[in-house]
């Protein structure tokens, strides 16, 4: 399509100063700034070297940030672009129209096993060797990709999707728009054994995984179900691939738990909680609305809301700071501190 046709798709008005359409080129796809980008979206962010990569880049229109220096620059040719508030949040929406992922026709493959008693709704999409067990519920317009299993009692609602070979436990309760990547695991039985002068005795894991609306799990990620109760995930949380979520855990709306997160029973996250990669939580930890630790952090206790947390274990991010400048100087410190005992 045009590029004015694109950003009228987009709501972005073309009539405004912010928008440049040059030749209106065609544009059929979108791609990185430094690509081969003939017939391209592509787009800056906010940040040092803008003007460098804007002039070095083959792309037939580029989404801007509203700098007064870059439009002045993107004026000289006749390369067209759009200034906009949050370019990659509008990058994000031309993907998402220029490149739409293939969706399966509805209908059930011969090769999956379906119980006779689960109920699937309209549009239901089930791949090849997939197994839906006793008295699931699958609402309208859920796909479940090849090999993936649904263990009894499991309820999806409307426009779920269960990709390759992902596990639903038993009684696992996923709400509309939910996307469970490859391999993942939900409901999988919590770490949960008594310790006794004979060995360790298994405690049973009778609760669930309840999943609010849109929250996207990612490849081998696993959540597990408690002994009873619910470990709950709120709405519009995102968790990347190879991130544990412990038993009984809860996490708020609109957290982002980026990979190789671990996160131990019991612990508690408020919303909107952000946990960079590699972050551990200690078992009943407390961590506020919005609170941010950086990679690698260990959480124990509690962060308060807004806090920013690093290092191990986790402190106030603005100390970690001063903290790692310091450690740099230690063999100098202790060389120093010998010379004064002396």
């Not at 002068?197 to 894991?205: I, L, Y």
């Not at 470990?231 to 949380?237: K, N, R």
Request: charged share 20%; net charge negative.
């Amino acid at each position: 399509m045009r590029f004015s046709e694109l950003l009228s798709r987009l709501s972005i008005p073309v009539s405004e100063d912010w928008v440049h359409l040059g030749s209106d080129p065609e544009i059929e796809r979108c791609a990185a700034l430094d690509a081969d980008a003939a017939q391209a979206l592509s787009f800056l962010e906010p940040g040092s070297g803008l003007d460098q990569a804007l002039e070095a880049t083959g792309a037939a229109a580029v989404l801007l940030p509203r700098e007064a220096s870059l439009l002045e620059l993107a004026g000289r040719g006749d390369r067209a672009w759009a200034a906009v508030d949050q370019p990659r949040l509008v990058f994000a929406r031309a993907l998402a129209l220029l490149h739409p992922l293939p969706r399966p026709e509805p209908g059930v493959h011969p090769t999956a096993v379906v119980d006779p008693s689960a109920q699937l709704g309209q549009g239901v999409s089930i791949g090849a060797r997939v197994v839906i067990g006793p008295a699931c519920r699958l609402a309208d317009g859920c796909v479940v990709h090849a090999g993936a299993v649904l263990y009894g009692d499991v309820a999806l609602e409307a426009d779920c999707e269960i990709h390759a070979n992902a596990v639903l436990e038993w009684g696992c309760r996923l709400g509309r728009g939910c996307v469970i990547q490859a391999n993942a695991v939900i409901g999988g039985e919590g770490f949960g054994f008594v310790p006794t002068a004979e060995g360790w005795v298994k405690m049973p894991q009778t609760g669930r995984v309840v999943l609010g609306d849109g929250v996207e799990v990612g490849s081998c990620s696993t959540i597990d179900r408690p002994s009873v109760g619910e470990t709950l995930v709120g709405p519009g949380t995102k968790i990347d691939n190879l991130v544990h979520v412990g038993h009984g855990v809860r996490i708020g709306s609109g957290c982002a738990l980026a990979a190789q997160v671990g996160i131990a029973g019991g612990a508690e996250l408020g919303h909107g909680v952000i946990l960079a990669g590699q972050v551990g939580v200690a078992n009943r930890s407390r961590i506020g609305d919005r609170a941010i630790a950086s990679s690698k952090s260990g959480i124990h206790g509690e962060i308060a809301a807004g806090e920013v947390v690093s290092g191990y274990p986790a402190i106030p991010n603005r100390l970690w700071l001063r903290c790692a400048a310091a450690f740099n100087r230690l063999p100098e410190m202790a060389r120093t501190l010998k010379r004064l005992q002396r």
